[in-house]
T-cell receptor, first 110, second 115 residues
Framework: LAKTTQPISMDSYEGQEVNITCSHN???????ITWYQQFPSQGPRFIIQ???TKVTNEVASLFIPADRKSSTLSLPRVSLSDTAVYYC???????????FGSGTKLNVKP | NAGVMQNPRHLVRRRGQEARLRCSPM?????VYWYRQLPEEGLKFMVY????????ESGMPKERFSAEFPKEGPSILRIQQVVRGDSAAYFC?????????????FGSGTRLTVV
C-alpha cells in the first residue's frame, strides 16, 4: 500500500495558480494516482486521475514525472470556492480501499 | 440520479446505545464502501460490500461494528454499544464495478455524536 505525503496546508489568493505536490516514493507499477477534493461537511469529490505524464480536465491538471514518485495537482486561477482539503491517493485500478492520508488544506484568500 | 444518499445526516446517541447508518448507492451501482473520518484527519477505509456479500472488512473494528448490503434496500453500518470514541463522520461511497476509480461517488456522510 503506497502511502503519500502532502503539505499540511497552503495559502493562495484568488486568481492565482495553485500547485499541490504529493510524494509517493513506493508507488507500484500498477498504481494510479487520484486526487479528491473535500469541502467541510461533505464527502470527497473526484477531481482527476492519471498514470504518467500529464492529464488535464475542465477543473485541473495533473503532472506526473517519469519516475512517478511524485505528482502535482495544478488548479488554474483559484477562487474562494476552491478552499477545501485536497487528497492524493495511490492505488491499483482494482484496489478497493483508498488510503486518504491527511490531505492538504488549501485556503484561498480574497 | 440522486447520487449516494446517506441518512441520517446527524445522529446523536448516548453511550451504550446502538447507531444505524444507512447508505443508498447511486442507481446502477452494486459496490458500497464505508469510510470513517475523525476531526482533522483523512478518511479511513472500513468495509467493502457487494449485494449480500462482505468483500473486505479489514478496516472495521472486530467488535461492536457490523455492515450489510442486502439484496433489497440500503447498506447499513451498525455500531452497537457506542462509545465516545465512535464519534466521527461516516462516509459511504459506491461504484458500478470493482476498482472503478472514476465511478467512486461519495455521499455527504453521517455525523455521529456520542454523548
Amino acid at each position: 500500500l503506497a502511502k503519500t505525503t502532502q503539505p499540511i496546508s497552503m495559502d493562495s489568493y484568488e486568481g492565482q495558480e495553485v500547485n499541490i505536490t504529493c510524494s509517493h516514493n513506493n508507488i507500484a507499477t500498477n498504481d494510479y494516482i487520484t486526487w479528491y477534493q473535500q469541502f467541510p461537511s461533505q464527502g470527497p469529490r473526484f477531481i482527476i486521475q492519471g498514470y504518467k505524464t500529464k492529464v488535464t480536465n475542465e477543473v485541473a491538471s495533473l503532472f506526473i514525472p517519469a519516475d512517478r514518485k511524485s505528482s502535482t495537482l495544478s488548479l488554474p486561477r483559484v477562487s474562494l470556492s476552491d478552499t477545501a482539503v485536497y487528497y492524493c491517493l495511490v492505488g491499483d485500478i482494482d484496489f478497493n480501499k483508498f488510503y486518504f492520508g491527511s490531505g492538504t488544506k488549501l485556503n484561498v484568500k480574497p | 440520479n440522486a447520487g449516494v444518499m446517506q441518512n441520517p445526516r446527524h445522529l446523536v446517541r448516548r453511550r451504550g446505545q446502538e447507531a444505524r447508518l444507512r447508505c443508498s448507492p447511486m442507481k446502477g451501482h452494486s459496490h458500497v464502501y464505508w469510510y470513517r473520518q475523525l476531526p482533522e484527519e483523512g478518511l479511513k477505509f472500513m468495509v467493502y460490500l457487494q449485494k449480500e456479500n462482505i468483500i473486505d472488512e479489514s478496516g472495521m473494528p472486530k467488535e461492536r461494528f457490523s455492515a450489510e448490503f442486502p439484496k433489497e434496500g440500503p447498506s447499513i453500518l451498525r455500531i452497537q454499544q457506542v462509545v465516545r470514541g465512535d464519534s466521527a463522520a461516516y462516509f459511504c461511497a459506491s461504484s458500478p464495478v470493482e476498482g472503478s476509480n472514476y465511478g467512486y461517488t461519495f455521499g455527504s456522510g453521517t455525523r455521529l455524536t456520542v454523548v
